[in-house]
């Protein structure tokens, strides 16, 4: 069985991470709410809406940890917009060691 994206339904590469068979995204109609466009208010409404789907992702952490380390810079993952990730990171960068790290990403 070939995994898909969760959110681009798109084939994903043999070495991606395979937590994203679980992703919560996958099942979401409005998948488009994970890569907002339009006019602010427009963006707000489905920023939010993304992150009431993260919030209840049992990948949540996996797939922060993962757009973190890889500097995704578009939509939201594991409930983060690229500004809230982008500042995560900076604190991820700091951590003396990988649990610290991922102390970090499982408090976010
Ligand atoms: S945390 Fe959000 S973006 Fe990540 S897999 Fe789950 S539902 Fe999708």
Known sequence: MTLLHPVLNLPLEDDLPHWR???ACRADEAAEVFFPGGD???TKTMTDAAKRVCAGC???IDCLLYAVETRQEYGVW???T???RRRLARKVNAAPSRT???RIISAS
């Open 82 to 84: 690229e500004p809230e």
């Open 78 to 80: 594991g409930g983060a």
């Open 40 to 42: 602010r208010g427009q």
């Open 100 to 102: 610290a790290a991922l």
């Open 58 to 60: 049992p990948v949540r």
């Open 21 to 23: 068979e679980d992703a």
